[in-house]
């Protein structure tokens, strides 16, 4: 069953909740009207009829090499608290963006590569439990103003990702509400970072070992050919 959603009756419903977070993590100098349709996973819990309780929202430039279905199954290994499947962020863009708190804080993980560093998140390939989303007290709280402005002084952040940039960023202070998914469920293949500072660091984080499931071209890279 396809349903077609109006982009403009989600940005109405969607801006008054996310409005507060665009001007942390919009590419644009302000908030625009237009930019919060980049928040839709956020707030995808308030937007869509209760009898919806999880969803998979992926981006355009991804290659599937297996059944999306077997996607699904990875919402049965949430653990408890949980309530967004995510895979990890496969270039240093996240070290970048955190400099000044990793220059203040030089033990930090926060930026850091896998396996027991902080790298952040990618959101090409999201599960949403939306259920779980509705019924965290904690998840709610995060979306309100004065927690978004806490987090973005706490950690000096300035972002320009949308949605992305604000789960990194809670990432960091609640890992407990992610479960991250293997990269092989989104194989990021941009490499835009090594080529701007960071090539000495790059394959730390870019390396993903295993049968690839998802390939996500992003950055406009091409996705290798069968």
Not at 151 to 175: A, C, I, N, R, S
Request: proline share 6%.
């Amino acid at each position: 069953q396809v349903i077609v959603h109006d982009v403009n009756e989600l940005t109405e419903k969607l801006f008054p909740i996310v409005e507060a977070m665009q001007k942390h993590f919009s590419a644009g100098s302000g908030t625009y009207y237009s930019d919060s349709i980049f928040f839709l996973s956020v707030a995808m819990h308030h937007i869509m009829p209760k009898e919806i309780t999880q969803i998979i929202q992926v981006d355009l430039d991804l290659k599937y090499k297996t059944n999306i279905r077997d996607l699904f199954d990875e919402f049965d290994n949430f653990p408890e608290g949980a309530v967004i499947g995510i895979a990890r962020e496969m270039q240093p863009v996240y070290r970048h963006t955190f400099w000044q708190y990793r220059r203040e804080n030089p033990q930090t993980k926060v930026g850091e590569p896998p396996p027991d560093g902080l790298p952040g998140f990618n959101s090409g390939v999201l599960l949403l439990n939306l259920e779980a989303m509705r019924q965290s007290k904690l998840y709610n709280q995060l979306l309100e103003p004065t927690m978004v402005q806490k987090l973005t002084e706490k950690y000096h952040f300035k972002g320009h990702l949308g949605d992305q940039d604000f789960f990194t960023m809670v990432g960091m202070e609640h890992p407990e509400l992610f479960h991250v998914l293997d990269c092989t469920w989104n194989r990021q293949l941009c490499t835009w970072w090594r080529d701007h500072g960071y090539s000495d660091v790059f394959d730390q984080y870019f390396q993903c070992e295993g049968e690839v499931k998802i390939y996500h071209g992003n950055c406009n890279t091409p996705i290798p050919e069968d």
